[in-house]
């Protein structure tokens, strides 16, 4: 599953390999992109295919299958290729998700394996800005609660705030999230070492130093609390990851029945959270990506008509 970009390599002399690899690097970033804006809809799964359509907005773009044999994708069709082996966005941001999947779900002996999506990030950040990183668990849980205190999560009450966009840091710049949408987090050079504060070179600002000590520290609980904050607050439109990375990262061990139920709950309690109220964006139509796919994966009828209602609310006020 890790080796999938390998499908997407183009064809061509060796005169062009350049150009050939760019090819192949922008258009991973666009399957990766597609993705992670929830492009994909109605998932289903039969056997060992894989099956999505891609939407852009409310139209219909393509229909994607994926074959796959222990882990290992063993074929790819798109209805855009017309019979050929298809070199598409589609088919990549379809592989996207199952190797999305395959790192969010993998359980150790029972225990949850906490990918480093922001680590990396975070450390050359601290690197080539303050001079300094964090090493090890224990050093990051303790650089984890500073941050709390700092950011203001430290308390139930503090976080519901952050969840309910009523915090009054919102006004202070260190807030979720302050950076465009096209800066690219793959790139060698970022973050920018003459951007003026830490929120300007980081997806989520202060967020994202934390959610780094949560990777570090493998405390999979407050990571996924800090998800819900992304998901429920977050202006980009790549937020809607966070709704596949929370729902992978709980999911059942099958190995420990205590965990399970756990995990399970925990699930529950922060969707419950989340659907408690219309999480609307602060962008001029209201609508949020990230909640809209939290609402077609888990929305009841309540939630999804709360949600739609608020928003014609909200346009007609404005």
Not at 17 to 27: F, H, M, S
Not at 159 to 169: A, I, M, N
Not at 212 to 218: G, V
Not at 308 to 313: I, K, P, R, S, T
Request: glycine share 8%.
């Amino acid at each position: 599953m890790n080796e999938f970009s390998l499908l997407f390599q183009f064809d061509g002399p060796e005169s062009e390999i350049q150009e050939r690899v760019a090819a192949q690097t922008r258009l991973l970033r666009q399957g990766r992109g597609l993705y992670e804006r929830g492009g994909l809809r109605n998932w289903h799964e039969m056997g060992n295919t894989c099956h999505a359509d891609v939407v852009d907005g409310d139209n219909l773009v393509a229909s994607v299958a994926v074959r796959m044999q222990e882990r290992t994708i063993t074929g790819i069709g798109c209805t855009c290729a017309q019979g050929e082996a298809p070199r598409c966005v589609h088919a990549c941001a379809v592989c996207f998700r199952l190797f999305y999947r395959n790192r969010y779900s993998s359980k150790l002996n029972g225990k949850i394996v906490i990918p480093c999506e922001v680590s990396e990030m975070v450390d050359r950040c601290g690197a080539r800005r303050l001079g300094a990183w964090v090493y090890g668990e224990d050093a990051a849980r303790e650089t984890a609660l500073g941050l709390e205190h700092l950011i203001g999560l430290d308390e139930e009450y503090r976080y519901q705030r952050w969840l309910d966009g009523t915090h009054f840091g919102e006004i202070l710049g260190n807030c979720i999230p302050s950076v465009e949408e096209e800066i690219d987090m793959d790139t060698d050079h970022w973050p920018d070492p003459k951007a003026p504060d830490l929120t300007a070179d980081l997806p989520h600002g202060w967020f994202t130093l934390l959610e780094a000590m949560y990777e570090k520290s493998h405390d999979f609980e407050k990571l996924a609390r800090l998800y819900a904050i992304y998901i429920a607050r977050g202006k980009l439109a790549e937020d809607a990851r966070y709704v596949d990375r929370l729902r992978w990262m709980l999911s059942e061990t099958g190995q420990d029945d205590e965990i399970d139920a756990f995990l399970k709950e925990l699930l529950q309690e922060i969707l419950n959270q989340l659907m408690a109220r219309p999480r609307l964006s602060d962008g001029d139509d209201r609508h949020n990506n990230a909640y809209e796919c939290l609402l077609r994966e888990y929305g009841t009828h309540e939630a999804i008509r709360a949600y739609l209602d608020a928003v014609e609310q909200m346009g007609h006020k404005e």
